[in-house]
């Protein structure tokens, strides 16, 4: 089901099973359900009506769009993949086959292949186009957890956990180099696309041209259960089972600054997208900011009350939101992990949540297969020294530093609307969140064209 808290009424996204997960369209015109009833189904996210007929394939396990949102393409359990139109639902070519389900499948960079991993040991290339094989089978000895595409479309990177990793020409399927990592649990490309980093007991690079190794191991405490690079390619953050977080040069392999030591088992860590921030949460129903120069605590830690199921920076990275098993999504200040607002309320617990591209909006999904969207519009551009002021224009009211509150005459509320006019005109120039301006609101009401009143006020 789909809430809108500015609607009055509840607009049921209806499947006759349980809701896996939902996606967003590029333009986030569009909402995409998969569920075990054996559909996807698109609906428009602004009034939940669903959009052409619903796409049959049993048991699907994930989805993605293309980059312009007019194609799906969905991935199951029983052992395809498929490619289907957004405008009215029907399937694109025959079924990608595997003879195991299928894991994961992606688009090349440039959306002329599809990717698509399997627990049958085997990763296949496919035309976009029509759906029609390329090359070999890229194999492996046994299931494939994940595959990707280099920056340059030119490598294919396939890894088994507790397996291997392999490289491979996208053009034919052919291997390249030798095998990486033995006893690995996932693997990456770096940003830049020249190297590969691989984790499991300890973490290694190695060359995106050959496989070859480059530097020596980075370890953590007790093994290591996830790791990334920074945007910039420049560190790589490991984190471990143990509740520690470490930060390492990419150019020599050296530790950076202090062990970021949570308290709990990690369960997964990111960088904010300028690098200077990383974020880390647990089990435990904590999540940390730390700086990304020395591993130094920032703030108090974001509680939760059970566990934390995930959690991410919004797009310019000034807000955080995390979600949990105590029924909770909650908003956060990046600069010093303050929470903003009160939680987000469900009666069950909260397994996905993500922020709209714009910020303004919030979806999350329930373990009942709920979905909610809540709009938490609000002008977090405006500087905190104009809100009394606007407290007085609106109200017609002024409070002394001993709480006694006054009311403005026609003279003194006159000169204080011509200086909230003037600050909200030049607020509203560079203002990033429009339909949350007050100013812009209030001129409307007033009949305030500019940064001239109409009327006089008389007291």
């Given at each position: 089901?789909?809430w809108?808290?500015?609607?009055?009424?509840?607009?049921?996204?209806?499947?006759?099973?349980?809701?896996?997960?939902v996606?967003?369209?590029?333009?986030?015109q569009?909402?995409?359900a998969?569920?075990?009833?054996?559909?996807?189904?698109?609906w428009?996210?602004?009034?939940?009506?669903?959009?052409?007929?619903?796409?049959?394939?049993?048991?699907v396990?994930?989805?993605?769009?293309?980059?312009?949102?007019?194609?799906?393409?969905?991935?199951?359990?029983?052992?395809?993949?498929?490619?289907?139109?957004?405008?009215?639902?029907?399937?694109?070519g025959?079924?990608?086959?595997?003879?195991?389900?299928?894991?994961?499948?992606?688009?090349?960079?440039?959306?002329?292949?599809?990717?698509?991993?399997?627990?049958?040991?085997?990763?296949?290339?496919?035309?976009?186009?029509?759906?029609?094989?390329?090359?070999?089978h890229?194999?492996?000895?046994?299931?494939?957890?994940?595959?990707?595409?280099?920056?340059?479309?030119?490598?294919?990177?396939?890894?088994?956990?507790?397996?291997?990793?392999?490289?491979?020409?996208?053009?034919?399927?052919?291997?390249?180099?030798?095998?990486?990592?033995?006893?690995?649990?996932?693997?990456?490309?770096?940003?830049?696309?020249?190297?590969?980093?691989?984790?499991?007991?300890?973490?290694?690079?190695?060359?995106?041209?050959?496989?070859?190794?480059?530097?020596?191991?980075?370890?953590?405490?007790?093994?290591?259960?996830?790791?990334?690079?920074?945007?910039?390619?420049?560190?790589?953050?490991?984190?471990?089972?143990?509740?520690?977080?470490?930060?390492?040069q990419?150019?020599?392999?050296?530790?950076?600054?202090?062990?970021?030591?949570?308290?709990?088992?990690?369960?997964?860590?990111?960088?904010?997208?300028?690098?200077?921030?990383?974020?880390?949460?647990?089990?435990?129903?904590?999540?940390?900011?730390?700086?990304?120069?020395?591993?130094?605590?920032?703030?108090?830690?974001?509680?939760?009350?059970?566990k934390?199921?995930?959690?991410?920076?919004?797009?310019?990275?000034?807000?955080?939101?995390?979600?949990?098993?105590?029924?909770?999504?909650?908003?956060?200040?990046?600069?010093?992990?303050?929470?903003?607002?009160p939680?987000?309320?469900?009666?069950?617990?909260?397994?996905?949540?993500?922020?709209?591209?714009?910020?303004?909006?919030?979806?999350?999904?329930?373990?009942?297969?709920?979905?909610?969207?809540?709009?938490?519009?609000?002008?977090?551009?405006?500087?905190?020294?104009?809100?009394?002021?606007?407290?007085?224009?609106?109200?017609?009211?002024?409070?002394?530093?001993?709480?006694?509150?006054?009311?403005?005459?026609?003279?003194?509320?006159?000169?204080?609307?011509?200086?909230?006019?003037?600050?909200?005109?030049?607020?509203?120039?560079?203002?990033?969140?429009?339909?949350?301006?007050?100013?812009?609101?209030?001129?409307?009401?007033?009949?305030?064209?500019?940064?001239?009143?109409?009327?006089?006020?008389?007291?």
């Amino acid at each position: 089901r789909l809430w809108h808290v500015r609607m009055r009424g509840v607009q049921p996204l209806r499947h006759d099973g349980a809701v896996r997960n939902v996606a967003f369209s590029p333009d986030q015109q569009w909402i995409l359900a998969w569920s075990k009833d054996g559909t996807a189904r698109l609906w428009r996210s602004a009034d939940g009506t669903p959009v052409g007929e619903p796409m049959k394939q049993n048991n699907v396990w994930g989805v993605t769009f293309t980059k312009d949102g007019q194609r799906i393409l969905t991935w199951s359990r029983n052992g395809t993949a498929r490619l289907w139109q957004v405008k009215d639902g029907t399937p694109v070519g025959q079924p990608m086959t595997h003879d195991g389900a299928v894991s994961g499948a992606a688009f090349s960079r440039d959306e002329q292949q599809i990717l698509t991993w399997s627990e049958d040991g085997t990763a296949r290339i496919w035309l976009a186009k029509n759906a029609r094989p390329v090359g070999e089978h890229l194999r492996h000895d046994r299931a494939v957890s994940g595959a990707a595409y280099s920056q340059d479309q030119q490598r294919i990177l396939t890894w088994s956990r507790y397996g291997m990793a392999r490289l491979w020409r996208a053009a034919d399927g052919t291997p390249v180099g030798q095998q990486m990592h033995k006893g690995l649990y996932g693997a990456l490309f770096s940003h830049d696309g020249r190297r590969i980093l691989t984790w499991g007991p300890d973490a290694r690079q190695w060359r995106a041209s050959d496989g070859s190794p480059e530097g020596s191991p980075l370890g953590n405490e007790n093994g290591i259960s996830g790791a990334s690079f920074s945007p910039d390619d420049q560190l790589v953050l490991t984190w471990s089972d143990s509740g520690t977080a470490r930060l390492w040069q990419v150019a020599d392999g050296t530790s950076v600054g202090q062990p970021m030591r949570h308290g709990d088992k990690i369960l997964d860590a990111q960088f904010s997208h300028d690098g200077k921030r990383i974020l880390t949460w647990s089990e435990a129903g904590t999540a940390r900011l730390w700086q990304a120069t020395d591993g130094m605590p920032i703030g108090k830690p974001l509680r939760h009350n059970d566990k934390i199921w995930g959690a991410q920076f919004n797009q310019d990275g000034q807000q955080i939101l995390s979600w949990s098993d105590d029924g909770t999504a909650r908003v956060w200040w990046a600069a010093d992990a303050t929470r903003i607002g009160p939680p987000l309320r469900h009666h069950d617990k909260v397994r996905v949540a993500q922020f709209s591209q714009n910020g303004q909006t919030i979806w999350t999904l329930t373990e009942d297969g709920t979905m909610r969207l809540w709009n938490i519009e609000a002008d977090w551009d405006l500087p905190t020294e104009h809100i009394t002021l606007i407290l007085e224009t609106l109200t017609g009211t002024t409070m002394d530093d001993f709480s006694n509150i006054r009311a403005l005459d026609g003279p003194a509320w006159n000169k204080t609307r011509a200086q909230y006019l003037t600050l909200g005109a030049h607020h509203s120039r560079n203002c990033a969140f429009e339909t949350a301006n007050l100013y812009e609101v209030q001129k409307k009401l007033w009949g305030v064209q500019d940064n001239k009143s109409v009327g006089v006020a008389q007291h």
